[in-house]
């Protein structure tokens, strides 16, 4: 199994990371029983993400997958950002081996996650805007 | 390429010198089939018959004959379980013993055995990763064909009382094979003073060649074949013989066990200094038997990172390592070793294992330990486990 330069890339200097105080919305997804678990704090301000950060326990493509989705949804609007999908941020990557896949989907998982937390936050049901937040099928199978 | 250190020996070794010499010429030079009349074919067949006496003696076999080559610790295993398996059914006995961490090689073997109607007893290796004795034997049944228990726990490198698991096995009958593959070559093996009926070797885990291995069955044993077809092996295993591979694994093996107490005192002391070193990093656990271990073995777990991250930013820094983390390996369950042994998923994730040969040095360790620590500290802080470990910590 080898990663492609861009998730070895975005692994060992991974953009975006670590805790945001003052954030407006934060999601988690994942559990460590599975082996990964990532945070996704935002900043938002008239409809545009302005600031966003990640904190990832896992293996080097959901510590990847979480920047790359990060790099995707920063200074984009709220709009663009749900329009996320796992499979823009494994393109970005140039690819995922096939056992790493599910990491993507965790990826777009918290980035709704940490949408939805700001709708919540706001005194907005986020369900009808953001949809339901499943755990990947993988990890279900856990 | 000074600064790279070479730290996953239990996975594969580098050929030696003295192997890699004396296979050449069975590539170019002899390339004849042992089968053959002419002299070509002879001086293959001498060849053979050399590599089989110098294996048999650097493991105490009593004949050569005992001795036969395989492609591998993984056929070795298949034969030795599947012929017992089939001795037994011959007398009506369906029931194999063997322990909840053996190499994949042995479980996956007996999962087949299972689907074909034998029924397997898995002995727990509690938190210390040792086989206890008395569970053996009151595990043993009226219908017990085989215990098989490997040597040396190719994660933790525990050591198990192979002498005495065997002992128990013979009291009531029952044959005793064991998966040798990590300990032939690093500890002293004698077969006749351990009593084991079958033993499984593989020539790339003592600096011989990959893709070939030995399966030692005890005279008397009629074990049936696995691998069907030419007379070779004296009937018992097809195939057109492996020269060169034999030859490399007979020198290397050689080689090994020339100076195993003066290796086992240098490595002993290499593994415990790391151990020590490594200890010191908060939230961190030694996995396995601290005594009854192989010399080269450390296996360790550093809560709140996962093991795959870990190995990359060593291999980053040019330092090879493996884990016992399943994201390597195709499936998201951690090591069935580390959860043999009791640990919770969690933790289980969070594992490395660096295992050392006598091309190590003490420099290799002084690397490990001045790069590993602040990598644990580095990937900790882009943690949300660890921040709640940290946080629960605190209550």
Redesign the interface.
């Known amino acids: ?1 080898a ?1 492609s330069e861009k998730v ?1 890339d975005h ?2 200097n ?1 953009r975006n ?3 945001m105080p003052d954030a407006d919305g934060i999601g ?1 997804v994942g559990n ?8 996704m704090y935002i900043k938002v301000k008239d409809n545009i993400i302005t600031d966003v950060s ?7 493509a ?2 990847a997958t979480s920047s790359m989705a990060t790099e995707l949804v920063k200074g984009r609007s709220i709009d663009d950002a749900l329009q996320l999908t796992n499979k823009a941020v494994m393109e970005a990557l140039d690819g995922l081996p096939p ?2 896949v ?1 990491c993507s989907v965790l990826a777009e998982q918290a980035i709704k996650a940490a949408l939805s937390d700001y709708y919540t936050k706001q005194g907005i049901d986020p369900e009808p805007i953001v949809g339901k937040i499943s755990e990947c099928e ?1 990890c279900h199978l ?1 | 390429m000074s600064e790279y250190v070479y730290a996953d020996n239990a996975a594969t070794t580098r050929l030696s010198d003295a192997a890699f010499e004396a296979m050449k010429p069975y590539f170019t030079e002899y390339f004849g089939n042992p089968s053959s009349l002419y002299k070509l074919g002879a001086a293959s067949q001498r060849a053979v018959d050399k590599a089989r006496e110098d294996i048999a003696g650097c493991i105490n076999a009593p004949r050569p004959t005992d001795v036969y080559f395989v492609s591998g610790g993984s056929e070795a295993d298949n034969w030795a379980i599947k012929g017992a398996a089939e001795l037994g059914l011959k007398k009506g006995k369906k029931h194999i013993i063997s322990s909840r961490f053996e190499h994949h090689a042995v479980l996956h073997t007996l999962e087949y055995l299972e689907k074909h109607g034998y029924e397997v007893t898995l002995l727990e290796v509690h938190e210390d990763g040792l086989v206890r004795p008395e569970e053996l034997e009151a595990a043993i049944r009226e219908d017990t064909a085989l215990v098989t228990i490997m040597f040396a726990n190719n994660e933790i490198g525990t050591i198990q009382p192979i002498k005495e698991l065997a002992e128990i096995a013979h009291k009531h009958g029952v044959l005793f094979h064991t998966d040798a593959v990590q300990a032939v070559g690093t500890v002293e093996i004698d077969v006749q003073e351990l009593g084991v009926d079958m033993l499984s070797m593989s020539g790339h885990k003592f600096h011989g060649p990959k893709g070939v291995g030995a399966l030692y069955i005890k005279k008397g044993i009629r074990l049936p074949s696995l691998i069907h077809g030419g007379a070779q092996e004296r009937g018992m295993r097809a195939g057109t013989e492996n020269i060169a591979g034999v030859v490399g694994m007979a020198a290397a093996l050689k080689e090994a066990v020339e100076n195993i107490p003066e290796r086992n005192a240098r490595l002993t002391k290499m593994r415990d200094r790391l151990i020590d070193g490594l200890s010191v990093i908060d939230r961190s656990r030694v996995n396995g038997d601290r005594v009854h271990r192989l010399p080269g073995n450390v296996n360790m777990c550093f809560e ?6 870990l190995l ?2 060593l291999d ?1 820094k040019g330092i090879s390592a493996s884990s016992g ?4 390996s ?5 090591s069935h070793v580390l959860l043999a042994l009791g640990l919770p ?2 933790i289980a ?1 969070g594992s490395l294992r660096l295992t050392f040969s006598d091309e190590n040095t003490e420099e290799d360790i002084d690397r490990i330990l001045s790069v590993l620590p602040p990598i644990v500290e580095r990937l900790r ?7 709640k470990i940290v946080n629960n910590s605190k209550d």
Request: charged fraction near 20%.
């Open positions: 199994m990663y070895m692994f060992a991974p990371v670590g805790e988690e460590s029983k599975c082996g990964d678990i990532m945070k990640f904190k990832t326990f896992g293996c080097g959901a510590i056992v790493k599910h993988e856990h | 709140g990172i996962e093991g795959e991250s990359l930013m980053l983390s399943a994201c390597t195709g499936s998201l369950d951690p998923h969690e994730h802080s882009m943690s949300p486990l660890w921040e």
